[in-house]
């Protein structure tokens, strides 16, 4: 069975902090992996995308790498502000298919 | 890339009735899919809407509950019948292309049934 998992579930950071968020995968043969975003009540925000042939991609204050021997994807915010609180979900995508992760919900304290 | 549109943005409806929610693509799409968000859950994919032909369910899911029309490479509709308080849900279109890795998803719609 093709699993997305994220940790840690929660995350509460001072303003200006640097962080990196964790998504693994059972799937060694992946396709690709989607950072989003989610605001509460809303949808989707596609971050990053990383085909499967890459290691990482880059966008402003965000970084997204990619591991696939070790079946980890990993997002690095740089510098947090109070504006990047919001719910991140990984997603192993495919044109036909996508499996998500269950989140991890970022809090950035003023 | 591609712009969707979702409509309506939100609803409150009524037990025992049906909620249809539209997906506007600004340009032809392969494929075309319809996510359900419950509250404070992961996305859970409920169908994938295919063009000129009978959606294809996940696990769970049934066409009685869900149906789904796709007139065209634009367009698609997802009705949830029979609507109760377990439904409360934002339901979530979502698009992808042969030969692209992405995917683009709509605003989503926040359903409340009470």
């Known amino acids: 069975k093709q699993e997305v998992t994220q940790i840690p579930a929660a995350l509460s950071v001072p303003e200006g902090e640097n962080l990196v968020l964790n998504c693994s995968f059972t799937d060694s043969a992946i396709y690709n992996l989607q950072w989003f975003r989610q605001d509460p009540g809303k949808g989707l925000t596609s971050l990053l995308l990383i085909q499967s042939s890459q290691r990482e991609q880059t966008s402003g204050r965000l970084n997204a790498s990619l591991d696939k021997s070790s079946g980890r994807s990993t997002l690095y915010i740089a510098a947090s502000q109070p504006g990047d609180s919001a719910t991140y979900l990984c997603?192993?995508?495919?044109?036909?298919?996508?499996?998500f992760g269950p989140g991890t919900s970022l809090s950035v304290i003023p | 890339s591609a712009v969707i549109s979702q409509k309506p943005s939100r609803d409150i409806c009524q037990r025992g009735t049906s909620l249809t929610i539209q997906c506007q693509v600004d340009s032809q799409v392969t494929m075309m899919f319809w996510y359900r968000q419950q509250p404070g859950q992961s996305l859970t994919l409920i169908a994938t809407?295919?063009?000129?032909?009978?959606?294809?369910?996940e696990s769970g899911f049934v066409i009685d509950k869900f149906p789904i029309s796709r007139p065209n490479l634009t367009f698609s509709t997802l009705t949830v019948s029979n609507l109760s308080p377990e439904d409360s849900s934002i339901y979530l279109c979502?698009?992808?292309?042969?030969?692209?890795?992405?995917?683009?998803f709509g605003p989503g719609t926040r359903l409340t049934v009470t």
């Open positions: 979502s698009v992808g292309r042969i030969g692209q890795s992405e995917q683009y």
């Open positions: 997603a192993r995508t495919s044109y036909d298919k996508v499996i």
């Open positions: 809407a295919n063009q000129g032909s009978e959606a294809t369910y």
